[in-house]
């Protein structure tokens, strides 16, 4: 768990794409994540737990041979509706200038992500998806390995890789 803020959500997506990078992960797909968790993660601090004190994120990742789970858990107010929002990326036969700034995020999290589900549950919100696996690993060599990512030490036994998020 992390106090929520944006400080909380860069160093969330960091740990998410070093646990991914130490279990091989492909490239494709840890951009993927990172992409994806930086949507939702900062949709969560800017909307739903804007001017809440205290609120708190948690993220477990699981990754499994046919891609990565991930879950997210927030103490926020609850989505409008209680379900994620459509999300639609921006039409491509329109003037540049007339297109919003933004709001396509949640269409880049749908066009990425399978399996997304929101949940209210009590007072948390959960929201889970599934990222495909798509390219192939390369060896992982040390040059690759963002600055802040530390060695994780290397389990034993067969199984997916759980990673629990946050301080």
């Not at 929002?85 to 990425?112: H, I, N, Q, T």
Request: proline share 8%.
């Amino acid at each position: 768990m992390a106090p929520a803020s944006q400080g909380s959500v860069r160093e969330l997506v960091t740990k998410a794409a070093c646990h991914c990078l130490e279990a091989r992960v492909p490239a494709g797909t840890r951009n993927d994540l990172q992409i994806v968790l930086a949507e939702l993660l900062n949709n969560i601090v800017e909307h739903g737990i804007a001017g809440h004190q205290g609120g708190i994120l948690d993220l477990a990742i699981t990754v499994e041979p046919g891609g990565i789970r991930c879950e997210l858990r927030d103490d926020g107010a609850p989505l409008p509706g209680h379900r994620l929002p459509e999300g639609r990326m921006p039409r491509s036969d329109v003037p540049l200038g007339s297109l919003p700034e933004g709001g396509f995020g949640v269409g880049l999290v749908r066009a990425l992500a399978r399996e997304l589900v929101y949940l209210r549950a009590g007072r948390e919100n959960r929201t889970s998806f599934l990222l495909p696996m798509r390219g192939s690993c390369a060896p992982c060599r040390d040059e690759m390995r963002p600055r802040r990512c530390r060695p994780v030490a290397k389990r034993s036994g067969a199984g997916p890789s759980r990673h629990r998020g946050g301080g």
